[in-house]
């Protein structure tokens, strides 16, 4: 993603949650706070974007969009959800353990650090300039009387990135990692020199949560869907790694996976917690590790 301006995936990743989450069997996955947090969120998006604000409140409309999206790229729709609904049930397990402390990368328009912080953990995001600058702005505007995280911002696509200097991390906090769609638009080498730099800041291990895109899985007009989809915003995906191949980055960086979600389990569970019959995309994971 480009620091100077607004992350256009991270926008359309909302744009279709708040359109999901319009129907009953997928709102009732989430807190209302969540929802509202979203739908404040789009509604803030700048023109065009914002009216879609208005539009997916049609069913109607909602059907097309959701017809169009899934003729494309069949299981785009069901992974947002997934990937909300099961990094959440991830991170309430982690809380069960004494996990307060966590730390979003690349969280764009990502309402978890926000949630968090109001249950009183302590909360950062790490964006690029622009993305940061946005959200700080939007929470000043309409959460005033609430308390906000940290937001950091990095330019994160830098190949000699470094930790930001003023991150106020408790070194001896049990530390969630959230990387939800962020090591996807890094080269291999960057991931690499985040995933160390954060451990070195860390006296404990700390355990990331993180999703994985295995394009190899899927056929390839479904390939050339996905990057040229990314490619109209403005974006690029570098990460071109199988989910073995990824799995081993994880293990030389010190962490070691113990959970792993892959398609048919997700797949199962939200449509037996939904009733939905949408497809979940092909090659789409969720890793935890530590």
């Known amino acids: 993603m480009k620091p100077n301006q607004l992350s256009k995936t991270a926008a359309f990743i909302a744009i279709k949650f708040y359109g999901l989450t319009q129907k009953d069997h997928f709102r009732s996955l989430f807190d209302d706070s969540v929802i509202t947090f979203y739908e404040r969120i789009v509604q803030n998006l700048p023109s065009p974007l914002n ?3 208005y539009w997916l409140k049609f069913n109607w409309v909602r059907k097309l969009y959701m017809g169009s999206e899934e003729l494309l790229l069949p299981g ?16 309430e397990k982690l809380t069960e353990d004494g996990h307060q402390q966590i730390i979003v990368l690349g969280a764009g328009f990502d309402d978890l650090a926000f949630t968090y912080t109001q249950k009183g953990f302590s909360c950062l995001e790490i964006d690029v300039p622009h993305m940061a600058k946005h959200k700080q702005g939007f929470l000043n505007q309409h959460y005033v009387d609430s308390k906000h995280p940290q937001i950091i911002s990095s330019y994160l696509t830098n190949s000699q990135y470094d930790c930001p200097s003023n ?6 906090q049990k530390t969630i990692i959230v990387a ?7 080269h291999t080498g960057l991931v690499h020199k985040i995933l160390r730099k954060f451990k070195s800041h860390l006296n404990q291990n700390p355990t990331l949560i993180t ?38 980055l994880l293990t030389e960086n010190g962490f070691m ?30 890793i935890q590790a530590n």
């Open 257 to 286: 996976i113990n959970r792993l979600l892959d398609r048919p389990v997700m797949t199962k569970q939200l449509q037996q917690l939904t009733g939905t019959k949408l497809p979940l995309l092909k090659g789409f994971y969720l």
């Open 76 to 91: 785009d729709l069901l992974h947002i959800i997934a990937r909300k609904y099961y990094i959440r049930h991830c991170i």
């Open 180 to 186: 939800e769609g962020f090591f996807d638009y890094l």
């Open 167 to 172: 991150i106020n991390l408790d070194p001896t």
């Open 211 to 248: 999703t994985h895109f295995a394009l190899d899985e899927l056929p390839f007009y479904h390939q050339w869907s996905f990057k040229t989809g990314v490619k109209t915003v403005g974006e690029a995906l570098k990460l071109h790694l199988s989910i073995s191949e990824f799995q081993e």
């Open 51 to 53: 009216y879609y604000h």
